[in-house]
């Protein structure tokens, strides 16, 4: 096998233009040609993962199979790519800096002073070379923007990494962005030549250029970058605005950029098959219907926080060639008088997964008029523990159930803690994490839907349904569908006689890609439109009914 290429993604200007799905539509282009890639992200912040950061400052946290808590953009790669991440596919200063202080406390530095060069660096390249070994191709994302003081180390370790295997086995891609004045009513290039001149300052120079914009770049635009910044004109590419993330592979293919990618890395150029990526984007333009999905959530004023929700409801909107309209609710708002009317006109209602008190009663609020009105309802996580509280109020008559996250004292320990973590306080990485697996009951809603008796999910979670409680539950109509092969938790319930009640207590939305829709939001969006055609039809036949005759 010949050695490994490795492609770094660094970003200028501005932070948000798009790093990781940059790099993972690189990816798909370069799978698309069958190469075999692996992806990897470097993060400047201090914190050892996003584990405790708030989905507000940081978006959601993408779990990985062998449970790594990481960057949302990680969900990209995995969406994108055939990559199955893991716990080294994602770094930042804090875990480098904590492997350094604990390979200096076991004295392996043999009394030497410990630097920032040689030895955080050298962990860095470590680090990516960790990630890297049986592949063709791996793509390093750098997060943070060039000119940053955070990510000067991670910086200076891809500047070194082209000395230690070579500059045939590195190409460095930089995105910047290339903004349009309304005033002045041109492109501007000035941002994106400071960036690249920051960049060179510490020793980088960058090999290709994607310029994020909203219109397509002319070739004297072009020209002039490639003159003021040292690149080769064919090697500046639009990065173009679109409409679904799901066309940046083929815009960029259409640039060219994977092809200038093999020929910069000596590496031969395959014939390309992007047909799954076609026919996906030729669904998401030419839909046949659509469907308004609520989701009842605790962060919705930052859509990040449920990024990895957003895009399976997409996918399973794509496998019917519907499109998913998501409408935010927050859960708090359910709870004021009258805050059911928020739920009018849903074809499905999903809550999400979440944690604390606030706007717990509204979650439940939602389970509750999901299973009375017959709407089909999806809880994951958070959604299904307070599903089941709310079905052991007001079903089974367990009006003092609870869950002793938000009510520790409560008599009726519906969900608590796991039974691992008792005596446990820490926050950081003390959850049930990561995939594990899960078996179905036979003829359950759930078996026909993933058309197996055995699944694997990924989980995040610190509380668990307490199975004391189970026949209370099942004994008043509620279905145990999922437990784990030694029957201690319980994974997933539904209600049969509903049109479509699922709550799970995994995330299924990681291991959802667009060319692949995972099962549950499938089957989810499916009932959705189902529903919607049922009211409509429910409402013509009355109005019809209502009609005035005519006379004769």
């Not at 233009?17 to 993060?43: C, N, P, R, S």
């Not at 604390?356 to 509204?362: A, K, S």
Request: with cysteine; proline share 5%; charged share 25%.
């Amino acid at each position: 096998m010949t050695a490994t290429k490795y492609i770094f993604v660094t970003g200028g200007v501005v932070s948000s233009l798009g790093k990781g799905l940059a790099a993972a539509a690189i990816g798909a282009l370069l799978e698309g040609h069958g190469y075999k890639v692996t992806m990897q992200k470097f993060d400047p912040y201090i914190n050892v993962d996003p584990g405790t950061m708030s989905p507000y400052q940081h978006g959601e946290v993408y779990v990985t199979d062998d449970g790594g808590e990481t960057d949302l953009d990680l969900g990209h790669y995995e969406r994108f790519t055939n990559t199955v991440t893991t716990k080294q596919s994602n770094w930042t200063t804090g875990k480098i800096y904590q492997s350094v202080i604990q390979k200096e406390r076991r004295g392996d530095y043999l009394g030497r002073t410990v630097q920032v060069i040689p030895h955080i660096t050298n962990e860095i390249k470590d680090a990516i070379r960790s990630a890297a070994t049986g592949v063709d191709i791996a793509l390093v994302e750098i997060g943070g923007t060039v000119g940053d003081i955070e990510s000067l180390p991670f910086l200076e370790a891809i500047r070194q990494f082209r000395q230690d295997v070579g500059r045939d086995n590195t190409l460095y891609i930089h995105l910047t962005l290339v903004p349009f004045i309304g005033a002045a009513g041109e492109l501007k290039t000035k941002p994106t030549q400071h960036s690249v001149r920051d960049l060179r300052s510490i020793g980088i120079q960058p090999d290709i250029l994607l310029c994020r914009t909203d219109r397509f770049l002319d070739s004297d635009l072009k020209r002039k970058i490639a003159l003021f910044c040292d690149v080769n004109e064919e090697a500046v590419i639009t990065a173009k605005d679109v409409s679904s993330i799901y066309e940046v592979p083929l815009v960029l293919g259409d640039e060219g950029l994977d092809r200038i990618v093999l020929k910069y890395l000596r590496l031969p150029d395959t014939k390309r098959d992007m047909t799954a990526w076609e026919d996906l984007v030729h669904r998401i333009k030419h839909p046949s219907d659509e469907i308004t999905i609520h989701v009842i959530g605790k962060y919705v004023g930052y859509e990040d926080s449920y990024k990895s929700l957003n895009e399976a409801l997409y996918h399973g909107g794509f496998k019917h060639r519907l499109k998913v309209h998501i409408k935010w609710i927050e859960a708090e708002a359910l709870e004021e008088p009258n805050g059911e009317s928020l739920l009018d006109g849903a074809d499905g209602i999903l809550v999400p997964g979440g944690f604390g008190d606030r706007g717990t009663r509204g979650m439940m609020k939602a389970a509750q008029i999901a299973r009375e009105r017959k709407i089909p309802y999806f809880g994951i996580c958070y959604g299904f523990q307070w599903a089941t509280v709310e079905y052991a109020r007001n079903v089974a008559g367990l009006t003092d159930a609870d869950s002793t996250e938000c009510a520790p004292d409560t008599p009726t320990k519906v969900i608590y803690k796991l039974r691992d973590l008792l005596g446990v306080d820490e926050l950081g990485g003390t959850m049930r994490l990561g995939s594990y697996p899960c078996e179905l009951a036979p003829d359950s809603l759930a078996a026909r839907i993933y058309g197996t008796s055995s699944i694997h999910e990924r989980h995040r979670h610190r509380y668990e349904f307490n199975c004391l409680y189970e026949r209370a539950l099942t004994d008043h109509g509620l279905r145990i569908s999922g437990k784990s092969p030694d029957g201690k938790f319980v994974e997933i319930a539904e209600l049969p006689g509903h049109p479509w009640y699922v709550a799970v207590q995994f995330h299924p939305e990681f291991i959802s890609k667009p060319t692949r829709p995972h099962p549950l939001f499938a089957a989810f969006v499916e009932a959705s439109h189902a529903h919607k055609i049922a009211q409509a039809h429910k409402r013509e036949t009355a109005h019809s009914s209502t009609a005035t005759p005519s006379v004769a």
